[in-house]
Structure formats: structure tokens, C-alpha cells
């Protein structure tokens, strides 16, 4: 006797779209996945943003092929019934398969530990300068190359949040709390979380917390509506001050990139002593204890507050150059309002994304951010993998008339530059009054 299916709809899926009531869809069986957000590794944000949807394409993204036995566990007996598949999305997973085929996912280069290397390389430079040396010059060197290797330990940490980036789970979260926690004062933990978000709504502009940069920069004039965001979970405020400090972010853009750090310190703080579920929160907070520990106690060794100053700035102003990396692949592409959605991934990763051109010399610089829509639409794929599979993704959005973006580092830069001047023009024109603020007003009195 043939079994009987049921079927709901797509309709009657997004009915079940919040944390007490989760189901998702993938290849067309639905899948109540309520509890498993509580433990989720990616995080619960991902699946609240798509929660009621088909998510098969992301799915096959960002999870490895061992996570489909997982799946009939969560399987609710229903299937969808108006369940189709786009001949992009037809033509994204037959893709994936052949990446799969080909072991890519798992050639992972000698990349890791070379970077691993030149890191510890560069921390004993560092600390051999500083102590050994009476040079200012040597110091301010050295706090140049503290912000390269903190570029370096980004990438590693970026790299991990994907996938393995060591032999084991183990050796991985050892490699992740060493370089980003106890080496650059950053949260693995937060990074994964952010940017976990990042992946699922990218340049989506309540949803991407990649963009919500108020009060400092709006990279769109919709945010002087003063949007939700849903990341935050707070009202990103247009008000006067943010309409003074986005009139002028084109001229402070690369100054803030500066001091970005900053605000890097202070989310990772902000998250693990938060009520919100970090995992292994006392390892995280442990590996940020130690680089609060190390880093201001080798400042203090330079012989005075000039040559502390000036190698605190070093580090940061060099780091500096990595945020920028960071914000020249989505601040100058096609922008959105409102949830992501898991039926058009292929289209929203082009869309939203764009890649530098440069020569394979300069992979090292970029980290894979080069390659960033291959790597928006494989991001569990080795960076050392990008180059190669570029011409498949470049022919496939040919095919399909999606936007292949790219430019040269210098090019995307003006880009950048061009829309925060464009975002910033229209604050100061805009008509829709705002909380008065006297600085506003002093600095824009003609007459």
C-alpha cells in the first residue's frame, strides 16, 4: 500500500516562522527545527531569518555533507506542496556537486600553518623589537607589523568559521581562541554569530549587521528612516547627530577604519556578558583576558607615553586596512529592506557582493575577500580553492544574466567613497525634519 504524504503549503509554512514554533523546508520535505535552534552551531539567527521558507540552497551553502543524516530527526511528516526549484538554483546545486566531486571542499592547502608561522614570526619581531631596541622607529615598525598580524589572524578566523581549518574540531577551536581571542582581543565567538547573520542576509539593511554602521555611516538613504535591526534588536536612530556625522562620512570613512578596532573590543564584550547563549563563554572570556593581559603589558615596556601612543595607533591605523577590505565588498552593491529570502540565494550572494580583481600574487592581502561572491556562494570552501572555481561561477551568472561584480582595489575604494558622498549629499538635503541638535545647526548656519 502506497504511503500517504501530507502537504502544507508554502503559505501555511510561513505561518511557523518564529523561535517557539521553527519549521523549514528543505528539498521539499518540512523539517520542525523549534528545539534545535537552542544548539544550533551556526547560531539561532539563522534560522529565525529564514524560518517558514524553503532554505534548501542555503543549506547546502553552509553546512558539510555530513550534516543531511542529521536531518530525518527533525523531519515532521509534512512535505511542501507547491515545492519548485529555479533553473539558477537547478544549475548553483549541480555546481556544489561537482565542486564535491572534485574534493575541493576538503584540499585545504598548507595555507593555515604557513599563516600560522608567519604569525608567530611576527609576534616574537614584535616583542624582541620593543624590548631589545631603544630605536623609535624599530618601535613604531613593530606596531605596524602587531596590525599585520592581526590581518593575518583575521583571516584565519574568518577562515575557521567555515570550516575546519586544522585536523580536528579540537586543534580548530584551539587555532580560533589563540589567534582571535588571545592574539587580536577578538571574540570568535561574536565573529561567528555577526557573521553567520552576514551570510544569510547579506546587504539586507536591517537584517545585515555588516551595514549597520549608524551613527557613524549609512550607506543608504532608507536608513534615515531610522530603521529596525534586527541583529541589534534596536531602533538604528536617525537623529541629528547621526544626520551631522553621515553629512561628513565620506571625509571620516577611512580615519574610523582606523579606529575600527575599537568597536570590535567592544562587541566581543558586549556579547559574551550578554544574556544572550554564547558557546564555551568562559574559554572566550579566558582568551580575551589574556590578550588584555600581554598587549597592554608590552606597551607599557616602550620607554615613554609618546612611543605607546604611537604604537597603539600603528597597530591599529595597519589593522585598519583589513576593515576596509571588510566594507569595500557590500558598501557600493545593491542593498535591500526587509528578511532574507531562501528561494533566490543564488541572485541576493551576486547581487549584494563584490570581488577585487587582482593578481594571484595578491591573494595573500585580500584573505579570500577577493574572491567574494565564490566565496558568499561556497563559504565553506578553502580560500585557496577561489581562484580555481571563479570561471564556473563567472560562466553561471553569465548564463543566468546575475551581476558579476567586480572591480581593482583602487576602483572599489572610489566606489565606496562615491556612495558614502551620495548617502552623505542627500542627509544634508533631506527634508524630513529630525530632533533638533545645536551642533547641526552651528556647523550648517549660512548667512
Known sequence: MAEHKKYVTSDELKTHNKSGDLWICIQGKVYDVTNWMKTHPGGE???????????????????????????????????????????????????????????????????????????????????????????????????????????????????????????????????????????????????????????????????????????????????????????????????????????????????????????????????????KKVDNRGQELLGLLVFWIWYPLLVSCLPNWSERVMFVLASFTVTGIQHVQFTLNHFSSSVYVGEPTGNDWFQKQTNGTLNITCSEFMDWFHGGLQFQIEHHLFPRLPRCQLRKISPFVKDLCKKHGLAYDCASFFKANERTVATLRNAALQARDLTKPVPKNLVWEAVNTHG
Open 45 to 275: 539567527l539563522p534560522l529565525l531569518n529564514l524560518a517558514g521558507q524553503d532554505v534548501t540552497d542555503a543549506f547546502v551553502a553552509l553546512h558539510p555533507s555530513s550534516a543531511w543524516q542529521h536531518l530525518d530527526k527533525f523531519f515532521n511528516g509534512y512535505y511542501l506542496k507547491d515545492y519548485n526549484v529555479s533553473e539558477v538554483s537547478k544549475d548553483y546545486r549541480k555546481l556544489y556537486s561537482e565542486f564535491t566531486k572534485m574534493d575541493l571542499f576538503e584540499k585545504k592547502g598548507h595555507g593555515v600553518m604557513i599563516s600560522m608561522f608567519f604569525i608567530a614570526m611576527l609576534f616574537c619581531v614584535c616583542v624582541y623589537g620593543v624590548l631589545f631596541s631603544e630605536s623609535c622607529l624599530v618601535h613604531l615598525i613593530c606596531g605596524g607589523l602587531m596590525g599585520f598580524l592581526w590581518i593575518q589572524s583575521g583571516w584565519l578566523g574568518h577562515d575557521s568559521g567555515h570550516y575546519q581549518i586544522m585536523m580536528d574540531r579540537k586543534s580548530t577551536r584551539f587555532a580560533q581562541i589563540l589567534t582571535g581571542n588571545c592574539l587580536a582581543g577578538i571574540s570568535i565567538g561574536w565573529w561567528k554569530r555577526n557573521h553567520n547573520t552576514h551570510h544569510i542576509a547579506v546587504n539586507s539593511l536591517d537584517y545585515d549587521p555588516d551595514i549597520q554602521h549608524i551613527p557613524m555611516f549609512a550607506i543608504s538613504s532608507k536608513f534615515f528612516d531610522s530603521l529596525t535591526s534586527k541583529y541589534y534588536e534596536r531602533k538604528l536612530n536617525f537623529n541629528g547627530i547621526t544626520r551631522f556625522l553621515v553629512s561628513y562620512q565620506h571625509y571620516t570613512y577611512y580615519p574610523v577604519m582606523c579606529l575600527a578596532r575599537l568597536n570590535l573590543f567592544g562587541q566581543s564584550f558586549a556579547l559574551l556578558l550578554s544574556n
